[in-house]
């Protein structure tokens, strides 16, 4: 027979194998999780030191121009739409599509029933 000694020695030898298969080495489920979250935090440090020194209104001003004259499109024909029910058939709203020369539809306003 054992000893009491070995078979503590087996039993603990035992014990600890279990304890390294639970400490099982997992990938990380997101992995630049981490990252992205640090990124975003230091964006958001620079636009506060933006807002506090007034950078900030001129950047903006200025991505506002861009867009407004993005924004404009050449339009060359207006048509009248109708906006329908898929089940019923029945017309919902009506409105104006505006189509510039490549044929493309540049801004919709639609208008109640």
Do not use: H
């Not at 990124?39 to 991505?63: F, N």
């Not at 189509?99 to 540049?106: E, Q, W």
């Amino acid at each position: 027979m054992l000893s009491a000694k070995t078979s503590a020695l087996w039993v603990m030898s035992l014990g600890i194998i279990f304890l390294l298969n639970g400490c099982d080495d997992k990938k990380d489920p997101y992995p630049g999780f981490s990252k992205m979250v640090s990124e975003r935090q230091e964006l958001r440090k620079a636009i506060s030191k933006e807002k506090e020194t007034g950078k900030t209104q001129v950047r903006e001003t200025r991505d506002i121009k861009d867009a407004k004259s993005d924004a404009a499109p050449t339009v060359v024909d207006e048509r009248q739409i109708e906006i329908t029910d898929s089940i019923s058939g029945e017309t919902i709203a009506r409105g104006v599509a505006y189509v510039n020369k490549d044929g493309k539809i540049t801004r919709i306003t639609v208008y109640q029933k």
